[in-house]
């Protein structure tokens, strides 16, 4: 079976966020660094906070379905 292809959305406002349970999980961060939405298709699937290093990538947050966080992972790889 192929690896669906997911997209990662910059949340620009967390009041946009409809799915209630992700709304709140974001409200809660303390250290926030960068909030993406993750889509697989058009559907919203999981929110991650992400921290750019030097080294790359790291997904500090994450509420959603726990088997796209394999997949945000890889995508991450793809932007270094």
Known sequence: MPKPE????????IAD???EI??????????VFTLYSVY????????????KKETGFDVVD??????CI???EEKLGSWE
Do not use: P, Q
Request: charged share 20%; aromatic share 8%.
């Open 6 to 13: 997911i997209t990662l959305k910059l949340i620009e406002n």
């Open 17 to 19: 966020i409809k799915n």
């Open 22 to 31: 992700h709304r709140n999980y974001l409200y809660s961060i303390e250290d």
């Open 40 to 51: 697989i298709n058009e559907n919203e699937v999981a929110v991650c906070n992400i921290n």
């Open 62 to 67: 994450f509420i959603g379905s726990g088997s």
């Open 70 to 72: 394999k997949l945000i």
